[in-house]
């Protein structure tokens, strides 16, 4: 198993969870979703030779690899915290909703990026 095969397990998970029955399927997704970018951040780092980053916050991992001159895709770098707050909220918090829409957005730019960034 390779770090992009825990990504593609990820964004599995999102595609059939986010057109489930109900909330609590979306927030699933959701969670997948935000790991699926969390890994691909990390994946990018460590192609780079670096140390990855201790952190589930989307918004630092997009500052680190801008500063590394790396190409990080609008959407994710302008959705970085409301991404980086379905890692906790969409397990935790019974209230939490988020849109179906900003889900499957935020997958497919996650896919095109890692298709990009790998080949």
Same mark, same amino acid.
């Given at each position: 198993m390779t770090y992009v095969d825990l990504?593609?397990? #990820?964004?599995?998970?999102? &595609?059939?969870?986010?057109?489930?029955?109900?909330?609590? #399927?979306?927030?699933?997704?959701a969670f997948h979703c935000q790991q699926a970018v969390e890994k691909t951040c990390d994946y990018i780092v460590q192609g780079l030779g670096l140390s990855g980053l201790r952190t589930h916050k989307i918004e630092e991992w997009v500052g680190f690899l801008r500063e590394h001159k790396m190409i990080v895709p609008a959407v994710i770098g302008?959705?970085?915290? #409301?991404?980086s707050s379905w890692e906790?909220?969409? &397990?935790y918090n019974i209230n939490f909703v988020v849109a179906k829409r900003d889900i499957k957005v935020i997958a497919k730019a996650t896919r095109k990026w890692l298709v990009e960034y790998d080949g």
């Open positions: 990504i593609k397990a #990820d964004l599995k998970c999102v &595609r059939l969870f986010v057109n489930g029955a109900g909330t609590a #399927d979306l927030n699933i997704a302008e959705r970085a915290e #409301d991404i906790s909220q969409s &397990r």
